[in-house]
Every structure is written in C-alpha cells, then in structure tokens.
C-alpha cells in the first residue's frame, strides 16, 4: 500500500497540521525569503490567509471529486474575490471593508495557479 497522495491531491491534504503551516506560510513569516528577494511585501492575517486557504480547499475538493461545476464555480469565487473592484461609499457615506493588497496579492497568485487545475476529458460530470 502507497502513502503517495491521490492524482489531483494536493500532499498535505487531510493533514490538519501541515494545512494550518500552509495558512502559516501565507500569513507570511518572511523568515524563508532568499537573499536577492524583493523586500518582502506586508503579510496576510492569519483571518486572510484562512480566506485564501478556504478558496484553495474548494479548489482541491473540486479537483479530488471530479465535478466540472464545482470546479468552475471555485474558479469563478477566486476570480471574483482577486479581481473585483474595491467597494465604494454608499449613500450614508459608510464603506465597505476593503480587501488588503496583501491578500489581492495572494488572491491574484491563487488565480494564476488555478489555471492549470483541468479535469481529464473522461471525468465523471
């Protein structure tokens, strides 16, 4: 018996320690950059990061159950909350919470990364 993950699966999948180091590495210690980085930008919440990491789970369990809708619909969500105009004032003059840049940033890269996410012609829906 393999403990290989699924085809499509990320790794740490199911793995409750190594999905809070993901949210970890996207609050964004700054501690694993190289030494010719880029000054690092400012770091995601860890209330982001749990934003960005739920957009992935539903990315992933798309990807594992084969479901061409639901992967589309993930699609859409992060496409949506990465590229969506900032709120503007209302009537009264209240505004929305607006997202960081940290986390559009992270939205944004999410984006690109989910491109490649395709199901196989054969897939079940």
Known sequence: MSTQPAPGSAPWAGNAS??????????????????GAAAPSPALTQAEAARVQRHR???????????????????????LAAFSPPPTPSLTGAVGAADSPALRRALRDLSW??????LPRGARH
């Open 57 to 79: 789970d539903q990315l992933m369990a798309a990807l594992r159950a084969q479901d061409r809708c639901a992967l589309l619909c993930a699609k859409q969500e992060v496409l």
């Open 18 to 35: 190594a999905v809070s180091l993901w949210a970890q590495h996207l609050a964004g210690s700054g501690a694993d950059l190289g030494a």
């Open 113 to 118: 990364r989910m491109a490649g996410l395709l």
